[in-house]
C-alpha cells in the first residue's frame, strides 16, 4: 500500500520561505518519479515541480529560480524548498508518486500554504 504524508505547510509572509517534505511508504521514491502540485481555491491543480528515477527535474514557469525540489534516498522522501514567496503561491501543495510497477499514481492529502502580503 502506497502512502503519500506531506507536512511543512503553513501561514507566511511575502518573501519568506518554507520547506514542504513527503514522506513515502510502499513506493521508492529514486526509482519512481515524483513531484509536487498545488491546487488554490476555485483553480485547477497544476504542476509545480517534478524529479525523475533519474534526476532530471523539471518546473513550472512561475517557481523557476525560488523553488527548489530535491530528494533524500535515505529517508525517502521528497522534498520542496520554497523561497521568495509570493501571495499568489497560496495553495493546497499535494505530493505525487507515480510508480513504475506496479502501475500506479498517487497523490497525499496535501498541505496548505498560506502567503500574507
Known amino acids: 500500500q502506497v502512502q503519500l504524508v506531506e507536512s511543512g505547510g503553513g501561514l507566511v509572509q511575502a518573501g519568506g520561505s518554507l520547506r514542504l517534505s513527503c514522506v513515502a511508504s510502499?513506493?521508492?521514491?529514486?526509482?519512481?518519479?515524483m513531484g509536487w502540485y498545488r491546487q488554490a481555491p476555485g483553480k485547477q491543480r497544476e504542476l509545480v515541480a517534478t524529479?525523475?528515477?533519474?534526476?532530471?527535474?523539471n518546473y513550472a514557469e512561475f517557481v523557476k529560480g525560488r523553488f527548489t525540489i530535491s530528494r533524500d534516498n535515505a529517508k525517502n522522501t521528497v522534498y520542496l524548498q520554497m523561497n521568495s514567496l509570493k501571495p499568489e503561491d497560496t495553495a493546497v501543495y499535494y505530493c505525487?508518486?507515480?510508480?513504475?510497477?506496479?502501475?500506479?499514481?498517487?497523490w497525499g492529502q496535501g498541505t496548505q500554504v498560506t502567503v500574507s502580503s
Open positions: 505525487n508518486g507515480k510508480r513504475t510497477w506496479p502501475r500506479g499514481d498517487f
Open positions: 510502499g513506493m521508492i521514491v529514486n526509482a519512481n518519479a
Open positions: 524529479i525523475t528515477s533519474g534526476g532530471v527535474i
